[in-house]
T-cell receptor, first 112, second 113 residues
Framework: NAGVTQTPKFQVLKTGQSMTLQCAQD?????MSWYRQDPGMGLRLIHY???????DQGEVPNGYNVSRSTTEDFPLRLLSAAPSQTSVYFC???????????FGEGSWLTVV | AQSVTQLDSHVSVSEGTPVLLRCNYS??????LFWYVQHPNKGLQLLLK??????LVKGINGFEAEFKKSETSFHLTKPSAHMSDAAEYFC???????????FGQGTTLQVKP
């Protein structure tokens, strides 16, 4: 049981480049979400999904796209990377009615 | 709407002394509350959670937290700090209808020898 798997763990991008952060879970969780972590600000919700085919915006969605074609996968796309997107990104999942949230190990992204 | 405030951005204790990390929350509904720990360059690990059962919640590594509705608080405590407790701690409230997690700003715990 792998839990929540994020890739890549580290990435350096140039301004304007695009990339996708991958997130997969093998627990058949309906709810998946992406957060970014910045110093002194805790974790802020970027996008979330309550099930395959359904996504919605969180607190800081600008500059990011998501899709949920399967229950297992919830990729986060940076369309045109900006230095302000330098951050640590966490994917999380849980059952819709569940109270235990599972986090991935994080992806450290630097935009230069 | 829900919100959470961690009252200290940085707490420093000596090894073997008690730990108190303070968290206040605001919620229109009966909240679910969590404490997570994050060691440097690592992911988040669940310490404990409150989900409307017993108000005193025991977690891993000797941590516990008490839900006090009258004070809207969910402070994290440990009787005796260990060097390995040095980390960032997050208090989290879960929105009841949306299920969204709202994170506090985090408290850095420093443990001195």
């Amino acid at each position: 049981n792998a839990g929540v798997t994020q890739t890549p763990k580290f990435q350096v991008l140039k301004t304007g480049q695009s990339m996708t952060l991958q997130c997969a879970q093998d627990m058949n969780h309906e709810y998946m979400s992406w957060y970014r972590q910045d110093p002194g600000m805790g974790l802020r919700l970027i996008h979330y999904s309550v099930g395959a085919g359904i996504t919605d915006q969180g607190e800081v969605p600008n500059g990011y796209n998501v899709s949920r074609s399967t229950t297992e996968d919830f990729p986060l796309r940076l369309l045109s990377a900006a230095p302000s997107q330098t951050s640590v990104y966490f994917c999380a999942s849980r059952y819709t009615e569940g109270n235990t949230i599972y986090f991935g190990e994080g992806s450290w992204l630097t935009v230069v | 709407a829900q919100s959470v405030t961690q009252l200290d951005s940085h707490v420093s204790v000596s090894e073997g002394t008690p730990v108190l990390l303070r968290c206040n929350y605001s919620s229109s509904y009966s909240p679910s509350l969590f404490w997570y720990v994050q060691h440097p360059n690592k992911g988040l690990q669940l310490l404990l959670k409150y989900t409307s059962a017993a108000t005193l919640v025991k977690g891993i590594n000797g941590f516990e937290a008490e839900f006090k509705k009258s004070e809207t608080s969910f402070h994290l405590t440990k009787p005796s700090a260990h060097m390995s407790d040095a980390a960032e701690y997050f208090c989290v409230v879960r929105g009841s209808n949306t299920g969204k997690l709202i994170f506090g700003q985090g408290t850095t715990l420093q443990v001195k020898p």
